[in-house]
């Protein structure tokens, strides 16, 4: 093995980490064994796992709930399909500002969040983060291409999410970028919750196998 294996930027790669929750609805469909599985096979390392019942305080502090520009682009995903429809969305909604939307979405995610167990990991490997994001696919179960998580398990469309005034169930959350990872870590585990341990693929997935 190179030495340089050991560097400290090679090995912040090798072990990057990434945040994922089985949502409420993922769980109570029983899915989180293929999401694990799908996540196992691709050689990526569950290395904390616990369920929970998440508080308020918690799934506020794991939605940046105060960064507007996060607030109005919840609102710009769902105000995208109105139009797309051909639907106004001020008929429906009583409201096309994306900022009102976009709250009244971001209240609905912390009674979704809620209304049942989530089931808490943390993912580690080889650029985990997009590879896990890749994994997840788009927001919106719609969009999401077949293959990915939301594509093969979830149909849910913001129109009508909106018009029922809840969030769009889509199974499974996951980090988009390492400041995020690392904040929803925190928020999830404690240090001591994290297991270093190997697995039976590691020297295969990881290691020269010639
Ligand atoms: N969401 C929603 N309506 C929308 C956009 C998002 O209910 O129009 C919910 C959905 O459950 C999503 C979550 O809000 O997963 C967080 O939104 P974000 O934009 O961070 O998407 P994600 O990172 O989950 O793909
Ligand atoms: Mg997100």
């Not at 990991?121 to 077949?146: D, Q, S």
């Not at 913001?158 to 980090?175: D, M």
Request: glycine share 10%.
């Amino acid at each position: 093995m190179s030495d340089k294996m050991n560097h400290p930027a090679i090995q912040a790669i090798r072990h990057e980490q990434t945040y994922v929750m089985m949502k409420p609805d993922g769980v109570k469909r029983g899915l989180t064994g293929e999401v694990m599985s799908r996540i196992s096979k691709a050689g990526l390392k569950v290395v904390a796992l616990k369920m929970v019942k998440a508080t308020e305080d918690q799934i506020r502090a794991h939605y940046p709930m105060q960064d507007q520009e996060w607030v109005d682009g919840l609102g710009e995903k769902g105000l995208g399909t109105f139009e797309k429809l051909q639907l106004d969305a001020k008929e429906f909604l009583g409201t096309d500002n994306k900022s009102e939307i976009g709250r009244s979405v971001a209240e609905g995610l912390v009674d979704y969040m809620q209304s049942g167990p989530v089931v808490c990991m943390i993912v580690e490997g080889i650029g985990a983060i997009e590879a896990v994001r890749k994994m997840v696919g788009h927001t919106l179960p719609f969009k999401a291409e077949p293959g990915t998580i939301r594509g093969d398990f979830s149909v849910d469309s913001p129109v009508v999410a909106n018009v029922e005034g809840r969030a769009i169930q889509n199974v499974v959350h996951a980090s988009v970028v390492a400041d995020e990872a690392a904040h929803e870590i925190s928020i999830w585990f404690n240090e001591d919750e994290v297991i270093n341990y190997k697995i039976a693929g590691e020297d295969i997935m990881y290691g020269k196998i010639y």
